[in-house]
């Protein structure tokens, strides 16, 4: 392990000589063909919602085989630093630490349907972009995660805890005072500075219950409580949106699809339940497993709803992504929920299977990799269903 790190290292110095040089000595090659084609180009097209263009060179709302395998290069080394970084502070991903990192999973696709509602503007919108807004989450995440860690290592007494914790809810309840009062064009609409103070409180109490039934402190716990302060917003803002306060003209909301996708996504998943049981397929029903399929059978049955409306509903949808977009011009759309399993699967069996031996000496990066593929397919689903529902 310590060679790839090593490796790893060198790959990511020469890339960024390689750059560095690039720009130097052929600005219109690195940054025009490159940088603006497949990343930068496509985000502000994003953005603006229609096709950019930059010294002859247009770039378009999506993503592309190149920007693809980058950013899934990226994401490769990425994991492989973070479980450098837990491997170094000696922190288990196990079932405490995924229900502590939810909260931020669901914040991912949420703030990015609330882009597509038109609340941001810029250059405020292009950080809940892709690839923008993971940028942002993880700000959030291990700013959270580093806060929490440190008051158990710490070994503080519960009083000092809850002071500490306390005040940095103050200190984000100041910080969001400050943007309310002085607040500009930076959004559509801000939610009151009052209803975040409920919602700290109501993080403040999580800690406070946390510490009563089980009598000590852990990280999770802290990290949860402030992963439920961040999410609680975006979720209240989707209610003012469902309420009928919406900050744009919006189509038509289409809340029949919410259950329709839940039942197909759910029922799969009942489905290699019963099949893994009874030994049909070799998949083990962890929790994490189950959760992983459904993940991305909401985004499979999601887009083949809103791409290919089965039902007749008017949906007028896209797929941005070149593949799920080769696979939905066939078998009527089934094939991109099918393939989508069906890779879903191999991935769990392997994982779990014949490379189980090997992955025991580094459990922390085999469950790392299946939250990378939970978010991976959990989060474009989640915004996809709330785009139908909400009518954008």
């Known amino acids: 392990m310590k060679s790839i790190y090593q490796v790893s290292l060198v ?11 690039g720009f130097l000595f052929f600005p219109h090659l690195f940054y025009d063909q ?3 084609k497949y990343f930068w180009g496509p985000l502000k097209a994003d953005a603006v919602s229609h096709p950019v263009e930059l010294h ?3 770039a378009y709302e999506g993503y592309t085989l190149v920007s693809e395998i980058i950013y899934g290069v990226f994401l490769i080394f990425s994991l492989l630093g973070i479980y450098k970084f837990f491997k170094i502070l000696k922190v ?3 079932s405490s630490f995924f229900l502590a990192v939810f909260p931020f999973i669901l914040l991912g696709p949420i703030a990015r349907v609330l882009e597509d509602s038109g609340l941001y503007h810029p250059p405020l919108i292009y950080w809940f972009i892709s690839p923008l807004i993971y940028v942002q989450i993880a700000f959030y995440f291990f700013g959270s995660f580093l806060f929490s860690y440190y008051l158990e290592k710490s070994r503080f007494s519960f009083r000092k805890i809850l002071l500490l914790f306390g005040g940095s809810l103050l200190c984000i309840n100041l910080f969001y005072f400050i943007i309310y009062v002085f607040r500009q064009d930076a959004c559509s609409y801000y939610m009151s500075s009052l209803v975040l103070i409920v919602f ?3 993080s403040f109490l999580m800690v406070l219950g946390f510490l009563w039934y089980f009598q000590k402190f852990t990280y999770p716990m802290a990290l949860s409580s402030l992963g439920v302060l961040i999410l609680l917003p975006a979720i209240y803002l989707i209610g003012r949106w469902l309420s009928g306060s919406p900050w744009m003209e919006t189509g038509e909301t289409y809340f029949v699809v919410l259950p329709l996708v839940l039942l197909f996504a759910g029922g799969t998943v009942l489905g290699i339940f019963v099949l893994s049981k009874i030994d049909i397929l070799p998949v083990k029903t962890t929790l994490i497993n189950l959760f992983l399929v459904f993940g991305h059978m909401l985004d499979g049955w999601a887009s083949y709803l809103a791409v290919k409306d089965p039902f007749n509903l008017g949906l007028i949808y896209g797929e941005k992504h070149p593949l799920p977009q080769f696979l939905m ?3 009527h759309g089934l094939s991109y929920p099918v393939v989508k399993l069906s890779m879903v699967l191999i991935v769990l069996y392997l ?3 014949p490379f189980k031996q090997e992955l025991e000496k580094y459990f922390n990066l085999s469950n790392l990799l299946k939250l990378a593929i939970l978010i991976l397919g959990f989060a474009p689903g989640l915004r996809d269903l709330l785009r139908v529902v909400m009518g954008i």
């Open 92 to 94: 288990q991903v196990n």
């Open 34 to 36: 490159f940088i603006w």
């Open 200 to 202: 700290s409180l109501f």
């Open 329 to 331: 011009d066939h078998v």
């Open 56 to 58: 002859g060179i247009w």
């Open 351 to 353: 994982i779990d299977a």
């Open 11 to 21: 790959i990511v110095l020469c890339g960024l000589v390689v750059v560095i040089l």
